[in-house]
Structures are given as C-alpha cells and as structure tokens.
C-alpha cells in the first residue's frame, strides 16, 4: 500500500511561514521525485516545487521563488516544503505527489505523478 501523506497546514498571518512534510510509505521515496502542487478555491492545480530523486536539484515556479525552500531527507522518507513571507494568495490544499519516471516533476504538471497525497490546508489570513 503506497502513502504519502502531508502534514504542516494551518492558519498562518501574511508574511508568517510554514514547514508543511510529506511522508512516504510503502516506497523509497529516495528514488522517485517529489513535487509539491496546490489547489486554491475555485482555481485549477498548479505546480509549486520539485526535488530530484538523484542529485537533489529543485525546481520553484515562479510565484513562490525566493519565498519557498524544498528539501529531503531520504532517512526520514520525508520530503518538506519550507514557506516563507506567506500571501493570501497562497491560500491552497497543498498535494505532495511521487514520480518514479517521466519528466512531469521537473515540468510541474500534475499529470504523470504516480502516487499523491491527501492534501493539508494552508489559510493565510489576518
């Protein structure tokens, strides 16, 4: 049974951070990618981050770049998303999502991603 399962969401004020994890059972997590991808109300998934299975490079879309840091820790078979300067406008359910092979990570496409997470809720608000 393949899991991953998210945790780290909450209320947070703008310009606050969060440290949302992903964990992963029934897998390696160490050889797959892992992206991070969020959901906001009424508004289509969109990619927000990648980390390679191999050499550990990452991948930021715009909107988060200098604000947002991916890393992993193979050990743990946990993968984090580090948040900072938090905007209401990244209000979302935040996915974590594993990719064995194919480029949609590295893309940040939802589709191709082999196994997903339940998602956790990130509220920014005053």
């Known amino acids: 049974q393949v899991q991953l399962v998210e945790s780290g969401g909450g209320l947070v004020q703008p310009g606050g951070s969060l440290r949302l994890s992903c964990t992963a059972s029934?897998?390696?997590?160490?050889?797959?990618?892992i992206g991070w991808f969020r959901q906001a109300p009424g508004k289509e998934r969109e990619g927000v981050s990648c980390i390679g299975s191999s050499d550990g490079s990452t991948l930021y879309a715009d909107s988060v770049k200098g604000r947002f840091t991916i890393s992993r820790d193979n050990a743990k078979n946990t993968v984090y998303l580090t948040m900072n300067s938090l905007k209401p406008e990244d209000t979302a359910v935040y996915y974590c999502?594993?990719?064995?092979?194919?480029?949609?990570?590295?893309?940040?496409?939802?589709?191709?991603?082999?196994?997903w997470g339940r998602g956790t809720l990130v509220t920014v608000s005053s």
């Open positions: 029934g897998f390696t997590s160490d050889y797959y990618s």
């Open positions: 999502a594993a990719e064995n092979s194919g480029s949609s990570c590295w893309f940040l496409r939802s589709d191709g991603m082999d196994y």
